[in-house]
């Protein structure tokens, strides 16, 4: 931020009018190369938002693992009327597949989790069924027990839940208890939890399902290894890089000046003499083109 505001002020003084004409188109090819580059160090930022939630805790979930990590991050809320986080990754003036690394990061940890949508209740006509309504309330059970088992299991990395309950009239002679299924994709194995414990808890949430009618599926994604060294070494290579080419790009600026005044100059010191000379042989000329005297002749 220092440098670029240093980099602004050098813009602001290049743009400050000078007596002298020609100062003042030097000062405009100055001004010119360094709008330029400025433009060019600008495309060269790398921020890109790699990720957007509605739920803070979820942002600052996002944000810890990713700082932990080592990677430049950034949790920014967004601007306007909806709530919301962006997960911003620095990539630095060059691009160098943080912001690729950080999304693999999130996904491997289950992040963002998908925004869940609830079924419609209300038909074209405005009126509800009641399948309807029964549709969306077990919609609403299952990510309620999505969320709790997200909270009170350790290592998970998603969760799905699917809760079938039988369609009980009062004309039936015979009750269908409910069931349900739920897949837990874990980052280890073996889990800190037993099967026993996340049927317990699904049951308590449903009534009359009961624990030996949830089947429990628990499978293993690994986290996958983080190039933190290949990112290092990647960094401090476009680092030389880019040292490299301001350097050469002040020295191709400094010879463009030095060449500039000199031609200046050069034209200049031409001016001059050429003035110079014109103005010698006017008097010459008045003093030869006058017809000389004879002796004895008056003048008139």
Same mark, same amino acid.
């Given at each position: 931020?220092?440098?670029? +505001?240093?980099?602004?002020?050098?813009?602001?003084?290049?743009?400050?009018?000078? %007596?002298?004409?020609?100062?003042?188109?030097?000062?405009?090819? #100055? !001004?010119?190369?360094?709008?330029?580059?400025?433009?060019?160090?600008?495309?060269? +930022?790398?921020?890109?938002?790699?990720?957007? $939630?509605?739920?803070?805790?979820? %942002?600052?979930?996002?944000?810890?693992?990713?700082?932990?990590? =080592? !990677?430049?991050?950034? &949790?920014?809320?967004?601007?306007?009327?909806?709530?919301?986080?962006?997960?911003?990754?620095?990539?630095?003036?060059?691009?160098? =597949?943080? %912001?690729?690394? %950080? $999304?693999?990061?999130?996904?491997?940890?289950?992040?963002?989790?998908?925004?869940?949508?609830?079924?419609?209740?209300?038909?074209?006509? =405005?009126?509800?069924?009641?399948?309807?309504?029964?549709?969306?309330?077990?919609?609403? &059970?299952?990510?309620?027990?999505?969320?709790?088992?997200?909270?009170?299991?350790?290592?998970?990395?998603?969760?799905?839940?699917?809760?079938?309950?039988?369609?009980?009239?009062?004309?039936? !002679?015979?009750? $269908?208890?409910?069931?349900?299924?739920?897949?837990?994709?874990?980052?280890?194995?073996?889990?800190? #939890?037993?099967?026993?414990?996340?049927?317990?808890?699904?049951?308590?949430?449903?009534?009359?399902?009961?624990?030996?009618?949830?089947?429990?599926?628990?499978?293993?994604?690994?986290?996958?290894?983080?190039?933190?060294?290949?990112?290092?070494?990647?960094?401090?290579?476009?680092?030389? #890089?880019?040292? =490299?080419?301001?350097?050469?790009?002040?020295?191709? $600026?400094? !010879?463009?000046?030095?060449?500039?005044?000199?031609?200046?100059?050069?034209?200049?010191?031409?001016?001059?003499?050429?003035?110079?000379?014109?103005?010698?042989?006017?008097?010459?000329?008045?003093?030869?083109?006058?017809?000389?005297?004879?002796?004895?002749?008056?003048?008139?």
């Amino acid at each position: 931020m220092a440098f670029l +505001c240093n980099y602004l002020n050098i813009i602001l003084q290049l743009k400050k009018p000078m %007596a002298n004409s020609r100062n003042n188109r030097l000062r405009r090819v #100055f !001004l010119s190369i360094f709008l330029l580059s400025g433009v060019c160090l600008l495309a060269a +930022c790398g921020e890109k938002s790699i990720a957007t $939630t509605e739920n803070e805790s979820e %942002a600052n979930l996002m944000f810890d693992i990713l700082h932990t990590r =080592g !990677l430049h991050v950034e &949790k920014n809320q967004k601007a306007g009327e909806k709530l919301g986080w962006d997960i911003i990754i620095d990539e630095g003036w060059f691009s160098e =597949g943080e %912001a690729a690394v %950080a $999304t693999q990061v999130l996904n491997d940890h289950g992040l963002p989790r998908p925004k869940e949508v609830l079924p419609e209740t209300t038909s074209p006509y =405005g009126m509800t069924s009641p399948e309807e309504v029964k549709k969306r309330q077990n919609r609403e &059970k299952e990510i309620q027990i999505a969320n709790h088992l997200y909270a009170g299991l350790p290592g998970v990395i998603s969760v799905s839940v699917v809760i079938a309950q039988p369609d009980n009239s009062w004309m039936s !002679l015979e009750k $269908t208890p409910p069931t349900a299924s739920v897949l837990i994709v874990q980052k280890e194995l073996p889990p800190k #939890f037993t099967h026993a414990d996340v049927q317990n808890q699904v049951s308590g949430s449903v009534p009359e399902l009961k624990p030996e009618n949830i089947r429990v599926t628990i499978t293993q994604q690994p986290l996958r290894e983080i190039p933190l060294e290949k990112l290092a070494e990647q960094r401090r290579s476009r680092m030389i #890089f880019a040292f =490299g080419a301001g350097l050469i790009t002040l020295l191709v $600026t400094a !010879l463009f000046a030095i060449w500039y005044m000199l031609k200046r100059r050069k034209r200049q010191i031409e001016f001059d003499t050429k003035q110079v000379t014109e103005g010698d042989e006017i008097p010459e000329l008045a003093t030869f083109d006058r017809p000389a005297l004879v002796v004895g002749d008056e003048e008139d």
